[in-house]
C-alpha cells in the first residue's frame, strides 16, 4: 500500500458516504481520478529509474513471443473495451527469445497501449512477429493520429508529447516511449518509428540474432 492508495480509499469511502454533501461529489471524484494518475506517473517513474541504475544485463530467461504477445493484446482488448479496437498477431508467433520477460512485456504493452490511445474507435492494431537473418524485428501498427516527422526524434524523451492537451485525455505519463527505450537498449535492441500524420505509425523493435533462442 502506497501513501497514494490510502489516500485513495479514503477518497473513495468519503466520496460514497451519505453524509458527504451534493456539490462537494464532484470534487471528490476529481481527487480520485487525479490520485490515480499521479500513482501511474510514479509507477512509470520507478519503474524508468530501475532501469536506468540497474547492471545492463537483464536476465536470460527464454521467452516465448507468441504467448507473451497475445497476453499483451488480450489485456489491451479489455482496455480498448466499448472503443471497439480491433486486434492481430502475425508472423513468426512461434519464435522463442532470450531476455527479461517482464521488462519485454512493460515494452510492449507501452506500445500497444499507445497505438489503442493514438487510434479512433475501431482502429486495428497490427503486431508482427519476423524473423529473418539480422535477428527478430517486432512491430506494432495502427491506423490512428500519426506523428509529424518533426517530432519523431524527440519521441523517447522523457515527458515529451506531441499534444499534452491530448495525454491528459489518454491518461499518459509522457514516459512510456522513455521507458521502451531503456528496455530495448537493455536487450541491445533498437527502436524504429515510421509515421504519416491522419494515417497511423508502426513501432519496430529490432533485436540482433544472438537474442533469439536456440
Ligand atoms: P504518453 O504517456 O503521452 O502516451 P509516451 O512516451 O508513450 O507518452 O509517448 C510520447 C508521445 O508520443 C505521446 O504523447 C504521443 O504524442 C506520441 N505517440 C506515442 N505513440 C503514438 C502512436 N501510436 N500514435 C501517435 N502518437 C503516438
Same mark, same amino acid.
Given at each position: 500500500?502506497?501513501?497514494?492508495?490510502?489516500?485513495?480509499?479514503?477518497? !473513495? +469511502?468519503?466520496?460514497? =458516504?451519505?453524509?458527504? %454533501?451534493?456539490?462537494?461529489?464532484?470534487?471528490?471524484?476529481?481527487?480520485?481520478?487525479?490520485?490515480?494518475?499521479?500513482?501511474? @506517473?510514479?509507477?512509470? /517513474?520507478?519503474? /524508468?529509474?530501475? @532501469?536506468?541504475?540497474? !547492471?545492463?544485463?537483464?536476465?536470460?530467461?527464454?521467452?516465448? @513471443?507468441?504467448? /507473451?504477445?497475445?497476453?499483451?493484446?488480450?489485456?489491451?482488448?479489455?482496455?480498448?473495451?466499448?472503443?471497439? $479496437?480491433?486486434?492481430? /498477431?502475425?508472423?513468426?508467433?512461434?519464435?522463442?527469445?532470450?531476455? &527479461?520477460?517482464? !521488462?519485454?512485456?512493460?515494452?510492449?504493452? #507501452?506500445?500497444?497501449? #499507445?497505438?489503442? #490511445?493514438?487510434? %479512433?474507435?475501431?482502429?486495428?492494431?497490427?503486431?508482427?512477429?519476423?524473423? =529473418?537473418?539480422?535477428?527478430?524485428?517486432?512491430?506494432?501498427?495502427? &491506423?490512428?493520429?500519426?506523428?509529424? %516527422?518533426?517530432?519523431?526524434?524527440?519521441?523517447?524523451?522523457?515527458?515529451?508529447?506531441?499534444? %499534452? =492537451?491530448?495525454?491528459?485525455? +489518454?491518461?499518459?505519463?509522457? @514516459?512510456?516511449?522513455?521507458?521502451?527505450? $531503456?528496455?530495448?537498449?537493455?536487450? &541491445?535492441?533498437?527502436?524504429?518509428? #515510421?509515421?504519416?500524420?491522419?494515417?497511423? =505509425?508502426?513501432?519496430?523493435?529490432?533485436?540482433?540474432?544472438?537474442?533469439?533462442?536456440?
Amino acid at each position: 500500500r502506497t501513501p497514494l492508495t490510502v489516500i485513495k480509499g479514503y477518497l !473513495e +469511502t468519503l466520496g460514497d =458516504s451519505e453524509q458527504m %454533501p451534493k456539490n462537494w461529489q464532484h470534487p471528490f471524484a476529481q481527487m480520485s481520478q487525479q490520485t490515480t494518475r499521479m500513482n501511474v @506517473l510514479i509507477q512509470d /517513474l520507478i519503474t /524508468l529509474s530501475k @532501469l536506468e541504475t540497474q !547492471e545492463r544485463e537483464p536476465a536470460r530467461e527464454q521467452v516465448d @513471443l507468441g504467448s /507473451l504477445l497475445a497476453g499483451v493484446l488480450d489485456d489491451a482488448k479489455a482496455l480498448s473495451a466499448e472503443r471497439g $479496437h480491433s486486434f492481430v /498477431l502475425l508472423g513468426d508467433v512461434n519464435t522463442k527469445m532470450l531476455g &527479461n520477460a517482464e !521488462e519485454l512485456r512493460s515494452a510492449f504493452v #507501452n506500445l500497444v497501449v #499507445n497505438a489503442v #490511445n493514438y487510434s %479512433p474507435e475501431g482502429g486495428k492494431i497490427i503486431v508482427n512477429i519476423a524473423r =529473418s537473418g539480422h535477428g527478430v524485428e517486432i512491430s506494432v501498427k495502427d &491506423n490512428g493520429v500519426g506523428i509529424a %516527422p518533426k517530432h519523431i526524434p524527440r519521441l523517447t524523451e522523457r515527458f515529451y508529447r506531441v499534444d %499534452p =492537451s491530448r495525454s491528459v485525455l +489518454t491518461g499518459g505519463t509522457g @514516459l512510456g516511449l522513455a521507458i521502451v527505450k $531503456h528496455i530495448l537498449l537493455r536487450h &541491445n535492441a533498437a527502436l524504429r518509428i #515510421n509515421s504519416m500524420l491522419g494515417k497511423g =505509425s508502426t513501432f519496430y523493435c529490432d533485436f540482433p540474432s544472438e537474442a533469439l533462442a536456440a
